[in-house]
């Protein structure tokens, strides 16, 4: 650090991603594209450069290129897990996963897992579980995914800055 450079707090912050996966047109499935959208308003709001988000239908093997570039990755997916009341926020291990061929997806573990075997680069990693209810076909969120997806926003404001 120069003389006279004045610290702020994104001199502190892990190089973080935020990446929501899931289906917009799947109504409650789209929690992970909709909070990115509302994370990224935070994230401009606070001047957070360090922070970045990304968003697809599904997570692929080639994500394992994108977070290798991260200290931390936070993914955010909609959730139908019974143990998940509104919201809960996993940590990922890497681990020899397989690829589900039927679904054309993999799972985090496994997205971590190739950045540690290709890149030699584990980021800290977690999962966003927010509860979800409906999957018709309709570009719009059931109320209480809606609300979960806002309480889980301001933990992960939280816990980014913590």
């Known amino acids: 650090m120069s003389v006279g450079h004045k610290q702020n707090k994104n001199d502190f ?3 973080t ?3 929501g996966y899931g289906n917009p047109g799947r109504m409650d499935d789209g929690l992970g594209a909709r ?4 994370i990224d308003t935070w994230i401009e709001a606070q001047n957070h450069t360090n922070i970045t ?3 697809n239908y599904q997570l692929n093997i080639e994500d394992s290129a994108l977070i290798a570039d991260y200290d931390l990755v936070v993914f955010v997916d909609a959730s139908i897990v019974a143990e998940v009341e509104n919201f809960r ?3 990922v291990e890497p681990n020899d996963a397989t690829i589900e061929f039927t679904m054309h997806a993999v799972s985090t573990s496994y997205v971590v897992d190739l950045c540690r075997k290709i890149y030699g ?4 990693a977690y999962v966003l579980h927010i509860k979800a209810y409906e999957f018709d076909f309709k570009e719009e969120l059931t109320p209480q995914a809606a ?16």
Do not use: H, S
């Open 13 to 15: 912050m892990k190089k």
């Open 17 to 19: 991603l935020i990446y």
């Open 35 to 38: 909070f990115t959208e509302l």
């Open 53 to 55: 988000t990304d968003c």
């Open 89 to 91: 926020l996993d940590k």
């Open 121 to 124: 680069k584990t980021p800290e």
């Open 147 to 162: 609300e979960n997806m806002l309480d889980a926003l301001e933990f992960l404001k939280e816990f980014l800055v913590k």
